[in-house]
């Protein structure tokens, strides 16, 4: 059986919703496999990197889905 790439995440720090926006649709037009994980601030950043909070249950950066 002959598998696609492999999807990546990704996690984007931006406070700005159009900047966002911006980097949604130019990943999309690179037509990558990827997953996107956007939070708003360094303290969000560091919560997400350590599981904690509301984005506990998202893979972490030890899961085998981040590269």
């Not at 599981?51 to 899961?63: K, Q, V």
Request: glycine residues 8%.
């Amino acid at each position: 059986m002959v598998r696609g790439p492999t999807p990546i995440n990704i996690l984007l720090v931006e406070d700005d919703p159009s900047d966002v926006e911006l980097t949604r649709r130019a990943l999309q037009r690179a037509k990558l496999q990827n997953r996107v994980w956007i939070v708003g601030d360094g303290v969000e950043a560091l919560a997400f990197l350590r599981r904690r909070g509301r984005t506990a249950a998202c893979p972490g950066p030890t899961s085998s889905s981040w590269t």
